[in-house]
């Protein structure tokens, strides 16, 4: 059994409605969907906060979102879970003054979430994206005339809410529009660099709670050139900073090798046989239409969303097989 002692898992779900539709119908619909993924999935034990909706942020939207954020954190805090909410992209709201539209529900938040892209590299403007998050909650000065026009959040509310910086990284929006990652702009080692100085100065503000890079090892390749997953001296620096020793330990907590899928099929189920263990792969072949059929490996305790996900485990499970047999 592999263990993450000190993992904390961010969970995002979006049901598959209009993210601009608000009402207490919506809110329910939305809660209640991510409560049935929760009740289904081997991570809750893992699950720190969920997040609401996933960017919205546009000049007509503060006082519905602010009282749809409201209602969801209620229902999720009546289950015991905390909320990440707001998760505005990048840049947004557009006029510093429109967060005044959400203090109410800021109050209620466990986190505020936010996503800061940088263009082609992650610190070209600290207005617009990186580092944004500073005046947010530090407040801004109006240069024409030399008066504060937002007094920040940390001035509004007394305090300085937990914040979460739910994606960061670097995002260009091509003229296809199609979105270009770090890849086309930074050698790894220069991404590296700059992700680390980064946290440095996220960790100057201790309201800074966490920061997720988008994204690592994700199947569907309009976000290849995001993919951090192969960046070890990133790895090594998360893991060091964090005074994490990453291990492969057995319940006894003695070291053990990483355990196959036939390893882990065979504790779930109490099964043994090949044979069988073939006609569980089968299964899962003839339904791979369906990203939330039921079998192994479990494809509904995470986040799958395209049949590339769901045919590279089988693909998985296969090479697995060859080598036992």
Known sequence: MVEFPKTNVLFRHQPGSDERIYGDSNVNFYAQSILRRLDNSKLRKYIRAVEGKNEVGLWSEGLPYNDWTIKFTDIMHSEGLEVCGLNFPTGNPSEFWLWKDYIECIKKLDYVGLHEYGDWKLFPDLNWSTLRYKRVYGGTIDTVVGKPYFDGLT???????????????????????????????NQPSQYVNDLISLDKRYSVDDYVEAAFIFLCDYSDP??????????????????????????????????????????????????????????????????????????????????????????NQIRNNLDELEKLL
């Not at 300085?160 to 003229?175: A, F, R, V, W, Y």
């Not at 893991?239 to 355990?259: A, C, D, E, F, L």
């Not at 263990?277 to 089968?282: A, G, S, T, W």
């Open 155 to 185: 001035h509004i509310l007394g305090y300085s809410p937990k914040l979460m910086l739910t994606e960061i990284g670097i995002d260009s929006l091509n003229k296809d529009g199609s979105h270009s990652g770090w890849k086309k702009f």
């Open 222 to 311: 309009q976000w290849e050139s995001f993919d951090i997953g192969n960046l070890s001296a990133l790895s090594s620096y998360i893991y060091q900073s964090n005074n994490i020793v990453p291990s492969k330990i057995n319940t006894n907590g003695s070291m053990n090798k990483m355990k196959t899928n036939f390893d882990l099929w065979h504790e779930e189920t109490g099964r043994n046989g090949l044979p069988e263990f073939i006609d569980h792969l089968k299964a899962i072949h003839a339904n791979y239409l369906d990203p939330y059929s039921e079998g192994w490996p479990p494809i509904n305790s995470v986040r799958t969303n395209s049949r590339i996900t769901i045919i």
